[in-house]
């Protein structure tokens, strides 16, 4: 904090396309799509169009008993969309949340199913990350975000990421089904991002290993809990990743760019066999409860259908595609440039890892900061791009023209030069 007090970071004021304007009139590309949530730029003529026209119509009413038309038809426009056999909505206010209602979901699903089990554990990916909330921490596993929180964190079953250096996708699926299988009864659900890693540091999984993964949750009855948060609505090429390997989760989680990244909104989605567990008279005791004062939000809503309709009428999933051949280009480069030990890419999203001596894999002193001052130096020529630990990330918005990541990626290439020369 105090790094950041004495950094004096722009102050955002306005916002013009896929540039953001600070208090000073300096203009910035948003290269990271405002923390991974902007679809379609800032300031889009259809989504503001959308949301004042709900302005006029009402702006918030709870869905606690009462139903709300933008949120009726934003769920018939999910569900015409996500993998099939998700066939319900439950609507959150952001993706940890949307997690933690998929954990209640998962949870008490197992007790009230026709043959109900006490399922008590989850199993998550090594290098997790979920959201920052005390639910989503417990299936997390990396340990600048989750160490300091060990005493309140409930127990968590760790599988290796496939993503993990060194090991075989044969051996990572191994260990996985030796792992499911001795705790097959006791495990309510596996969550993990389908694809990639994002918070990890863009870590990629190998094709084929979500197909494995779906195939071995169904054959030991242990649910699919798909967070798609970071990697939804475009961001790998298509509009859902599950999509890329045909694989339909029993819970499927969305936030951040399903408005377009205009205003917070999560979807948990599932099967009718996890809907129907619920269903019953009320003093049957099978009642979700869990309510956010905000669930549905009307104006959510409307921008989020809005942004659904730009993803198909402005083929932003082919632009998202030509993103990812120029993001291809600029990695080789980097790929070859001293100091960077890997280069981590999939569809629009990108991240650059930087050491002090790639060969031994030995790291810059923590005080230098090297990747921060990759993020500091971008800014300072009119980037904004954002680093976790030692990977600077890129994830332009899946609209942007591939001239403005052109533009990204040499503001990028240019930092990279001057910081680890």
Known sequence: MSAYADEHAPVIAAADGFFL????????????????????????????????????????????????????????????????????????????????????????????????????????????????TVGTISLGDIDRFHSLFGGLMFPALRLPSPATPGLSLDECLTDTERLLSANAGRIAGVIMEPLVQAAAGIRVHPSGYLKRLREITQRLGILLIADEIAVGFGRLGTLFACEQEAVSPDILILS????????????????????????????????????????????????ARASLRLIEDRDVLGNSRRIETVLQEHAATWRTLPH??????????????????????????????????????????????????????????????????????????????????
């Open 340 to 421: 960077v030990a890997e280069v981590r890419h999939r569809g629009t999203m990108i991240g650059i890892e930087v050491q002090r001596d790639p060969a031994t894999g030995t790291p810059f002193p923590p005080e230098q900061r090297r990747s921060h001052q990759l993020t500091l130096t971008c800014r300072e020529r009119g980037v904004i791009v954002r680093n976790i630990g030692d990977v600077l990330v890129l994830m332009p918005a899946p609209a942007m023209p591939p001239s403005l990541v052109h533009q990204l990626a040499e503001t990028v290439s240019a930092a990279l030069r001057a910081v680890l020369r």
């Open 256 to 303: 951040k760019g399903l408005t377009g990244g205009y205003l917070p909104l999560a979807a948990t989605l599932t099967t009718e066999d996890i809907y129907t567990a619920f269903l019953g008279d009320p003093w049957a005791g099978k009642t979700f409860y869990h309510g956010h004062t905000y669930t549905g939000n009307p104006l959510a809503c409307a921008a």
């Open 21 to 132: 304007i600070d208090t000073a009139g300096k203009k910035y590309l948003d290269g990271h799509s405002s923390l991974w949530c902007n679809i379609h730029g800032h300031r889009v003529p259809e989504i503001d169009a959308a949301i004042r026209q709900q302005l006029d119509r009402v702006s918030h009413s709870t869905l606690l008993g009462l139903g709300n038309t933008p949120s009726i038809e934003l769920a018939e426009d999910l569900l015409q969309r996500v993998p099939s056999g998700l066939t319900r909505v439950f609507y959150a206010d952001c993706g940890a949340a949307g997690v933690e209602v998929a954990l209640k979901i998962a949870w008490q699903y197992h007790r009230q199913k026709p043959q109900p089990e006490p399922r008590e554990l989850f199993a998550c990916l090594t290098s997790a990350y979920h959201g920052d």
